[in-house]
């Protein structure tokens, strides 16, 4: 079985810079090949290894082979169903699409060298060429009767004339004072340009008006992304049952902060203080790295043990995306560390931090960099699990959960963070009935007191984002835009958190009072006990 594993890494290095870099090799380029014959490709190299697996036999005896048998059948099952589906090959939305990849890539490419200006002139020159090859890729899937609605064609297309119009490419390389780069530079402005035009001009008019892609791929993607088919009824009305319990809890802590008021009180007052403003990016990107170092020291030895090697974070603004927060684990050869990344919305400079703390908890400490700090450290892990196997159920429901524990273990320091804590708690709870409801046409229940509509739209959607959960209107409407373009994906962060909530009550229950909370979350990421089985089943871990 270890040997399939071997071989599908092995294989996929030819094709994968990730693949290749989970190996120890060093990537001829980091942007791969996009186009329709290399996706093919991929997919072969996936379905050999599903079949090759398949032919094993029954799971081994041992738990770290068992393991990864699971989370490897588990992963090859679905990459090979979501290219099936047509999903991989007509993916289109505002946020991590090959499009994003390629303008991404340079986020994460030191600059400090002539060696490391070579890697990006390298890179800069892949720039037109990965481009056409995903045009090409998204038209032979056109050409199938695979594409994305209108909505993701235009989102996408934006966000290419605004990275031109921020001129980011040409800005990269100023700093060399290189002619060559700065030609290449200006051919990768210009290729990003000739793409949004592809986008409108040929893509656009094969694209239907429906956003929702209905149950069949619906539960394809889902599945895929949380690592479990579900029962889509039962968790729409739990959604519905989690908004209804948050609210009520937002409720009681807006009286602690305005007695007698309401949240839009508590709201008004928080947004009123000063000292809880932070204006501009150099002093965003000081304050975001001194809490999340602050947070890490807190929990590292103490709540979790995090290998001194992987527990370096960065914190950075970039403006690639539009009002979000996210997280880009360390390579595996560890030539640089984590990162939080944050994108502000068009035009923001100034922050108030007692709406960011909960979504910092996320993505850093004792979120997505904890956990993959512990990955990362994790030797005895097969390279595929430790660097590629990726579920969203299992890292962003972990992430989710996180969001809660930090206030267990005393991260949250105000009634202010705590509420911004229950708003992110509202944001993904809404984000699972926003979500279903959009893609499966489900009716909106009556009584709820949240929205006085029957159907859901988009703009519904966006609404009750901003109304309910406080998020911004642009950064609503770009998750609405997100939710429709990664069907299901939106159920990872609260349903995932519930499997990780019912395992951890599950094993406290077993245990009475022997339950060592620590000792939980070490076998759950570490994979080197029971706890860590029970986990796995629910969620398909990285272990």
Request: with cysteine.
């Amino acid at each position: 079985m270890t040997q399939v594993a071997d071989d599908y890494l092995r294989d996929l290095a030819d094709l994968d810079p990730d693949a290749a870099q989970a190996l120890g090799r060093t990537p001829s380029a980091l942007i791969q090949d996009l186009s329709p014959d290399a996706f093919a490709r991929r997919h072969a190299v996936t379905a050999r290894a599903a079949a090759r697996l398949a032919a094993v036999g029954p799971e081994p005896a041992g738990f770290r082979a068992r393991v990864l048998y699971v989370a490897l059948s588990e992963r090859l099952a679905s990459d090979v169903a979501l290219y099936e589906a047509g999903f991989t090959t007509a993916l289109l939305a505002p946020l991590a699409t090959p499009v994003h990849w390629v303008r991404r890539t340079f986020d994460d490419l030191p600059a400090a060298t002539a060696d490391d200006w070579a890697v990006i002139g390298r890179e800069l020159a892949r720039v037109p060429a990965a481009l056409r090859e995903y045009a090409a890729t998204l038209t032979a899937s056109a050409d199938r009767g695979q594409v994305v609605a209108r909505r993701q064609v235009l989102a996408v297309a934006a966000q290419c004339d605004g990275w031109v119009a921020d001129r980011f490419y040409p800005a990269l390389v100023e700093p060399a004072g290189s002619p060559s780069l700065a030609g290449l530079a200006g051919a990768a402005a210009e290729a990003t340009a000739a793409f949004a035009t592809f986008l409108r001009e040929e893509l656009l008019p094969r694209a239907g008006e429906r956003d929702g892609v209905g149950r069949e791929v619906y539960e394809v993607t889902s599945a895929a992304f949380l690592g479990a088919p579900i029962d889509v009824e039962e968790t729409y009305a739990w959604g519905w049952d989690e908004l209804a319990a948050l609210m009520a809890r937002a409720r009681a802590v807006a009286a602690e902060i305005v007695p007698s008021g309401g949240v839009d009180d508590a709201v008004r007052a928080l947004d009123a203080d000063a000292a809880g403003a932070i204006d501009g990016v150099p002093a965003l990107e000081a304050w975001l790295q001194r809490r999340v170092d602050e947070t890490v020291e807190a929990v590292a030895g103490t709540h979790f043990d995090v290998p001194d090697r992987t527990r370096r974070v960065e914190c950075r603004v970039t403006p690639s995306a539009s009002g979000v927060m996210y997280y880009v684990p360390a390579d595996p050869g560890l030539t640089r560390p984590g990162r939080v990344w944050w994108t502000l919305p068009d035009g923001v400079t100034r922050a108030h931090v007692w709406r960011e703390v909960s979504t910092l908890h996320h993505e850093g400490a004792p979120g997505h960099h904890l956990q993959h700090a512990v990955t990362l450290g994790l030797t005895g892990l097969h390279p595929w699990q430790r660097s590629l196997c990726h579920v969203h159920g299992y890292a962003e429901g972990w992430a989710h959960y996180a969001e809660e524990l930090a206030d267990e273990l005393g991260l949250v320091r105000t009634p202010g963070e705590r509420l911004g804590m229950i708003f992110a708690q509202l944001w993904r709870a809404v984000r699972v009935v926003v979500d279903l409801g959009l893609h499966l046409d489900l009716p909106i229940p009556h009584g709820h007191g949240l929205v006085d509509a029957d159907r859901w739209t988009p703009a519904l959607g966006a609404r009750m984002l901003a109304d309910v959960a406080r998020v911004d209107p642009q950064t609503a409407a770009f998750e609405v835009d997100r939710y429709l373009g990664w069907p299901g994906q939106a159920l990872a962060f609260r349903v995932g958190a519930r499997l990780w909530r019912e395992a951890r009550s599950a094993a406290s229950a077993r245990a009475g009072a022997a339950f060592d909370l620590r000792r939980f979350h070490a076998d759950a990421l570490r994979g080197s006990a029971g706890t860590a089985r029970r986990v796995h089943r629910s969620l398909v871990s990285t272990w």
